[in-house]
T-cell receptor, first 114, second 116 residues
């Protein structure tokens, strides 16, 4: 049982480049989300989805796009990378949209923008 | 908007001693509360949750937490700490459900160091 799989594990980008962080879950979870983790700031929600075809913005959505064409996949796109987007990115899913089910996290993507 | 405060940056405790990690929250309705643990270079792992019912909830690895509505707190506890408990701990809160919204607010995290 793979759970939540994120790729790549590490990435270095130059300012202005674009890229897609991949996230896939094999638990048939309705809810998926992207967080970024920065030292001393905890986790901040970027975007989330409550099902295929439905996405919404979180706390820090600027500079990021998402789509949810299938239940399993929830890619995060950086449109034009900036040094401020240097962070560790986590994808998380949960079994329902009620909020009483815990989040399952991937192991993260460490992104550096130079 | 919901928010979580974890007032201490780092908690140091000797192995075998009780461990407490503090969390206070602010929400507009009844809270759903969670604790997660993060080991180096890994994602967060769920420890326990309070949704409703008994104020004392038990979770994984011998951890428990007490929900205190009057003090708006949800402190994480373990009676006897192990060196392997050294990790980063996050408290998180969700407002009483708005259907379709599973947004969580996380605290900034507490580094726990258990000294052998």
């Amino acid at each position: 049982n793979a759970g939540v799989t994120q790729t790549p594990k590490f990435q270095v980008l130059k300012t202005g480049q674009s890229m897609t962080l991949q996230c896939a879950q094999d638990m048939n979870h309705e809810y998926m989300s992207w967080y970024r983790q920065d030292p001393g700031m905890g986790l901040r929600l970027i975007h989330y989805s409550v099902g295929a075809g439905i996405t919404d913005q979180g706390e820090v959505p600027n500079g990021y796009n998402v789509s949810r064409s299938t239940t399993e996949d929830f890619p995060l796109r950086l449109l034009s990378a900036a040094p401020s987007q240097t962070s560790v990115y986590f994808c998380a899913s949960s079994g329902n949209r009620r909020g009483d089910s815990p989040l399952h996290f991937g192991n993260g993507t460490r992104l550096t923008v130079t | 908007a919901q928010s979580v405060a974890q007032p201490e940056d780092q908690v140091n405790v000797a192995e075998g001693n009780p461990l407490t990690v503090k969390c206070t929250y602010s929400v507009s309705g009844n809270p759903y509360l969670f604790w997660y643990v993060q080991y180096p270079n890994r994602g967060l792992q769920f420890l326990l949750k309070y949704i409703t019912g008994d104020n004392l909830v038990k979770g994984s690895y011998g951890f428990e937490a007490e929900f205190n509505k009057s003090q708006t707190s949800f402190h994480l506890k373990k009676p006897s700490a192990l060196v392997s408990d050294s990790a980063l701990y996050f408290c998180a809160v969700r407002d009483f459900p708005t259907y379709g919204n599973n947004r969580l607010a996380f605290g900034k995290g507490n580094q726990v160091v258990v000294i052998p």
